[in-house]
């Protein structure tokens, strides 16, 4: 019977790997550094469809990076690891596509949590660094709710800093906008009565010459 502690041990153990393991500290370090500049810096007020695409191609890397793996140490009849590689790799793809093609799933599978989150924690097992098995699998997954959970609450407590400067910098150029519509206003309104007093001007001008010879 598989009970919590269980569970909660087998989740450690596979997250420390991602943190101290030197064989796979490469491949997790940059996921980690992505996962968390994206979540608290760039998709906090929205996923647009240039995020869902930078992610693909970063979640894509990964995968390839995975088969490279099991292609170089002969694993490729590991059904268990190239079934994990290939979904991934495929998933990446499909929100490449998507996102090149602007349509909304895109927004919903790229955002950067799912597939950091799970790209992290199979990494070990890709590597072999943890063995495979049901109970490691079950605690990756019973865990990301709470993981998830976690970091959308921290998420919330940071200070919104990176809205602040978006929004002073809009504020900027809507002035800046308005400067230049009122200079371009003002030169069209100058251009106009030029020309205005040119036109009229060249009348009054004819009309009092034409009156001048008539009388003499």
Do not use: C
């Amino acid at each position: 019977m598989i009970d919590i502690i269980s569970l909660f041990q087998a989740f450690l153990t596979i997250f420390i790997s991602t943190l101290t393991n030197v064989e796979i500290i490469w491949v997790t370090y940059p996921v980690y550094i992505t996962w968390f500049a994206m979540e608290f810096l760039v998709e906090r007020k929205e996923l647009r469809y240039s995020h869902s695409l930078a992610n693909s191609i970063i979640f894509s890397w990964v995968s390839i990076d995975w088969l490279r793996h099991l292609y170089l140490n002969n694993e490729l009849n590991d059904y268990n690891k190239l079934i994990i590689t290939l979904f991934f790799l495929l998933l990446s793809l499909f929100i490449l596509i998507s996102s090149i093609k602007r349509k909304k799933i895109a927004k919903i599978l790229g955002k950067t949590g799912f597939f950091s989150y799970f790209q992290i924690m199979f990494t070990p097992f890709i590597y072999g660094v943890i063995e495979f098995n049901y109970i490691d699998f079950l605690s990756v997954i019973i865990f990301f709710p709470l993981i998830y959970t976690a970091v959308y609450v921290i998420d919330k407590l940071l200070p919104e800093f990176i809205e602040e400067e978006e929004k002073k910098f809009e504020e900027e150029n809507e002035e800046e906008n308005i400067n230049n519509f009122a200079e371009s206003n003002l030169q069209y309104n100058q251009q106009n009565y030029s020309n205005y007093y040119n036109y009229y001007g060249y009348n009054y001008g004819n009309y009092y010459g034409n009156y001048y010879r008539y009388r003499r």
